[in-house]
């Protein structure tokens, strides 16, 4: 199966600051995608990570808030921005190797706790 | 709106029994979905997936159950281990995967 590394793995950050997550997948996807999943409960799509363009967001979410690059077909990041404590969760990021339906691997998620 | 849900949040069976765990989904133009299993820590990893156009997918010791009809999934483990202990996920895939609520299944002995 693709190996998808996450980094970093955990962090625990001063609310107002901002923290970069980074996606790396050991081959080219087609897509991406970022997760986020608080604890105790399942995970919400945050938006698809567009190669070379904006990024596409879930209701709820917005680019001011989670800005994302994807600069390639292997890599992308996630921001957090002005961060509160209610941002506190794991983030999970997905890659998606044909879009008309196959499996999508993750990777081990980053536990970002804001205090 | 479209959502993806789960009957039951938690689960427990004996070791060696079979488990079958189940979900909802809303949305009937799906046409493809996914059972991930996330141990703590971890995240998701894929077990079995089954389009629309069939009722039955089997894997090893997994059997996944499509019911169109009500719009409904399961997922059975045969002689459940303690090292399915996890939790599981259903996950409609059209261009993008929506999960649903999740279950968590505990194995004693």
């Known amino acids: 199966s693709a190996v998808i590394s996450q980094k970093p793995s955990r962090d625990i950050c001063q609310r107002g600051t901002s923290l970069t997550i980074q996606c790396q997948v050991d081959?080219?996807?087609?897509?991406m995608f970022w997760y986020r999943q608080q604890p105790g409960q399942s995970l919400t799509l945050i938006a698809t990570?567009?190669?070379?363009?904006?990024?596409?967001?879930e209701s709820g979410f917005v680019i001011d808030k989670f800005p994302i690059s994807r600069p390639n077909l292997t890599f992308s990041t996630l921001t957090v921005s002005n961060m509160s404590p209610e941002d506190s969760s794991i983030y999970l990021c997905?890659?998606?190797?044909?879009?008309?339906?196959?499996?999508?691997?993750f990777g081990q998620g980053t536990r970002l706790t804001v205090v | 709106g479209e959502s993806v849900g789960l009957h039951l949040p938690t689960l427990s069976v004996q070791e060696g029994d079979n488990s079958i765990i189940n979900c909802a989904y809303s949305?009937?133009?799906?046409?493809?979905f996914i059972w991930y299993k996330q141990e703590s820590g971890k995240g998701p990893q894929f077990i079995i997936d089954?389009?629309?156009?069939?009722d039955k997918r089997q894997g090893q010791r997994v059997t996944v159950l499509l019911n169109k009809t009500v719009k409904h999934l399961s997922l059975q483990i045969a002689a459940t281990q303690p090292g399915d202990s996890a939790v599981y996920f259903c996950?409609?895939?059209?261009?993008?995967?929506?999960f649903g609520t999740g279950t968590r299944l505990q194995v004693f002995p």
């Open positions: 997905s890659a998606l190797w044909r879009k008309e339906g196959t499996e999508a691997f």
């Open positions: 081959s080219q996807v087609t897509m």
């Open positions: 990570a567009n190669q070379g363009s904006e990024a596409t967001y």
């Open positions: 949305n009937s133009a799906s046409d493809y």
């Open positions: 089954i389009r629309s156009n069939m």
């Open positions: 996950a409609e895939n059209t261009d993008k995967l929506i």
